[in-house]
């Protein structure tokens, strides 16, 4: 497959699931979900607890911890289309079978959706206790969800297909591809 007809492929399922992601309001399933797995995991890591806006009233959760509350201001929307790139990425890849690019496509929403559910989780601790640290850990873990995860789970995947696809990622040698490196081969004695 030429990278040009894989990177077409890419944005015509991209744009396809993005339509398909807002039509279904997918973003509101996923920060819900989000939500609620970070309210379990959240106590667990560092005890501030999540709690909702009162039935009937809109707003953000608030992370609470004794008296010291911590609003959930995240961008929820940017953060859950995140899961659309993953998806189209791994639609897109050449040299998938059905099972393994349905396998891949459940395992890389797995992990997309538990990478998000820990940030959200961890929330609180970055904004509640502000120094150089926190801002350093919270600019990365943004830079990861809004960016890097969708690629760094795909690649991480994907990537026996991608060597397959992509000569550079093949394991370089004297050797064929598919042979036993000449280090790793027995030593036989030879009699004389």
Not at 2 to 18: P, V
Not at 54 to 62: D, I, M, Q, S
Not at 136 to 145: E, H, K, N, S, Y
Not at 168 to 189: E, F, I, Y
Request: proline letters at 7%.
């Amino acid at each position: 497959m030429k990278k040009g007809r894989f990177l077409g492929s890419f944005l015509i399922l991209f744009a396809l699931l993005l339509g398909l992601w807002n039509l279904t309001q997918g973003t509101r399933w996923y920060t819900q979900a989000l939500l609620g797995v970070a309210a379990v995991i959240g106590p667990l890591l560092h005890g501030w607890v999540l709690e909702y806006a009162p039935t009937g009233r809109v707003g953000l959760p608030v992370w609470v911890h004794g008296g010291d509350r911590v609003q959930a201001a995240i961008q929820f929307d940017a953060l859950a289309v995140g899961l659309v790139p993953v998806l189209a990425l791994i639609a897109a890849t050449p040299g998938l079978g059905l099972r393994r690019r349905l396998t891949l496509l459940a395992v890389g929403s797995a992990i997309c959706f538990l990478v998000d559910a820990v940030i959200v989780a961890l929330f609180p601790l970055l904004v509640f206790y502000k120094n150089a640290f926190t801002d350093v850990i919270g600019t990365f873990l943004g830079l990861i969800a809004f960016v890097g995860a969708p690629v760094i789970i795909w690649f991480g995947l994907a990537f026996p297909e991608l060597q397959q696809w992509l000569p550079s990622l093949r394991p370089q040698g004297p050797w064929a591809v598919g042979d036993t490196p000449p280090h790793t081969h027995k030593r036989t004695r030879v009699e004389h």
